[in-house]
């Protein structure tokens, strides 16, 4: 028996209808008459009763749906299982991610891809601003959502999934919390605190303005920047979500001539992607644009 031969019987066997099964299975209603015909002279004998108000299973159509049907369901879940392990839509996925907006966007991602390929099994883990590229490198994580840019020869860039506003974190008794927008010019002999360990090239992308007189102090992590920007140690250039997620009682959030901005992108080791991973990212990019803070 032919595949679409046995998906006819068995939707017959349902049905017990000629219309509807020809509809479920957008066949014409002569070709499920044509196919059961076929089927009854094989087997010598007749697989339904017919009549012009109903349709029934004869002895021997009962015991090949019986037998039939259990066994064609089990290869067709076989061939499903394969599809979905070839397409890598299978197994685990370790995710890294940094900062609550974007855990907040790559939750919504997860419950999409699982939607789609409910095999991969996703574990989150948060990263640190101070050892942005480490889970990756340890091989702790198989994606990681991390801010650019990242310019690193064993690490690949993927697609963006969150872009925020820039803004500068400040006391709210600095004299720039009553200046807005910030200029370059305001900026000049400003402290600017960073989270120790960062490349250079990263260090000097988000300082769009500072272009003279400026200087740099390194802290251990994120919350030790806001520590000390909100209280006049410094200032800190920070993502928009700093003010929805990260408030602090002195601490004002400013916005800045030029329009720059924080963007987070999938980033996965060069010479490694796992099956799980890319099928991740595929679902990823056909999702569409990127929403903004």
């Not at 720059?260 to 796992?274: E, G, M, P």
Request: charged share 20%.
């Amino acid at each position: 028996m032919e595949r679409q031969d046995i998906e006819v019987f068995l939707t017959l066997g349902e049905e017990l209808h000629f219309a509807r099964t020809a509809e479920r299975l957008r066949l014409a209603p002569a070709s499920i008459s044509q196919t059961i015909k076929k089927l009854e002279r094989r087997f010598g004998a007749p697989l339904f009763t017919r009549t012009t108000r109903r349709v029934g299973l004869t002895p021997l159509g009962r015991q090949l749906l019986d037998d039939l049907g259990p066994a064609y369901r089990q290869v067709e879940a076989a061939i499903e299982r394969a599809i979905t392990a070839g397409r890598g839509e299978t197994g685990e996925l370790r995710l890294g991610y940094m900062s609550a907006a974007v855990a907040r966007r790559m939750l919504a991602l997860i419950d999409t891809v699982r939607g789609h390929a409910p095999g991969i099994r996703v574990d989150i883990r948060e990263t640190a601003l101070s050892d942005l590229y480490g889970p990756l490198r340890r091989a702790e994580v198989d994606l990681s959502v991390l801010p650019l840019p990242v310019t690193e020869p064993d690490l690949t860039v993927g697609p963006v999934l969150l872009s925020e506003t820039a803004l500068l974190a400040v006391s709210a008794s600095h004299p720039l919390a009553r200046r807005a927008p910030v200029t370059a010019d305001h900026l000049t002999e400003q402290t600017f605190l960073f989270a120790q360990g960062l490349p250079g090239y990263w260090v000097e992308h988000h300082l769009p303005l500072a272009r003279s007189a400026v200087s740099v102090t390194t802290l251990p992590g994120f919350q030790e920047m806001l520590a000390y920007a909100a209280s006049g140690h410094g200032v800190a250039v920070v993502g928009a979500q700093v003010e929805q997620f990260y408030p602090r009682p002195n601490l004002a959030c400013l916005p800045m001539e030029g329009g720059s901005t924080f963007d987070y992108a999938l980033v996965w080791r060069t010479d490694d992607l796992s099956p799980p991973a890319a099928a991740f990212l595929r679902h990823v990019v056909s999702s569409g644009r990127p929403p903004t803070l």
